[in-house]
């Protein structure tokens, strides 16, 4: 037990058509403000630039 509280969660998805890798979980906005529009583009965009890094990776792999 670590005493820590999950109050919010926002998850993003890592996907690059038609494989999906992960995904991105984000908790706990600040006090008093709960994830906005904002944040979930934020995150989107992480993920996206986080999938294309993933694939160009694994298509390197392949190559080698």
């Known amino acids: ?4 509280t999950t109050r919010s969660v926002l998850c ?3 996907t690059h058509v038609p494989d999906t890798y ?3 979980e984000l908790l706990n906005p ?3 403000r ?3 529009g904002d944040d979930l583009r934020a ?3 992480v993920a996206e630039a ?3 890094c993933i694939r160009r990776e694994r298509l390197a792999e392949a190559r080698a």
């Open 34 to 36: 709960p994830f906005q």
């Open 12 to 14: 993003v998805p890592i």
């Open 50 to 52: 986080l999938a294309v």
């Open 30 to 32: 600040p006090p008093h």
């Open 43 to 45: 995150a989107q965009d």
């Open 1 to 4: 037990e670590t005493g820590f």
């Open 22 to 24: 992960g995904c991105i």
